[in-house]
């Protein structure tokens, strides 16, 4: 499943690991829906898979790898997305919402005058 733990980190975790971040953050930024970031994530997957198979030998068509480097890619690129909505909706509606956290917002109880 996992070729070399060493491989995993540095080119799932690291690389494309921050690939998917900024992945999520530009769906987010540009106001499309979160399933583009899904979709740019499987396609990822499949980068993260062929470069584990060119640089360090890895099986290239491994269903299990590819699931796990998806699945996990996918979970980092929808919380980028999820972070900077939350972030861009206090933004640019300040007067409406204020942060609820990282990952959220709420709407303003006292609006200003």
């Known amino acids: 499943m996992i070729h070399s733990i060493p491989a995993f980190i540095g080119v799932t975790l690291a690389f494309m690991g921050g690939c998917a971040f900024m992945t999520g953050q530009a769906v987010a930024n540009t106001w499309r829906p979160l399933w583009q970031v899904v979709a740019y994530c499987l396609l990822l997957g499949a980068a993260d898979r062929f470069l584990v198979f060119a640089l360090f030998g890895g099986p290239l068509l491994d269903l299990a790898g590819y ?3 998806t699945a996990l890619l996918t979970a980092i690129g929808t919380a980028a ?10 933004l640019q509606y300040p007067w409406l919402y204020e942060r609820a956290g990282l990952f959220g917002w709420r709407e303003r109880l006292s609006h200003p005058a």
Do not use: G, I, P
Request: include cysteine; charge should be positive.
């Open 81 to 90: 997305w999820r972070m900077t909505r939350a972030r861009r909706m206090c």
């Open 67 to 69: 699931l796990l480097d």
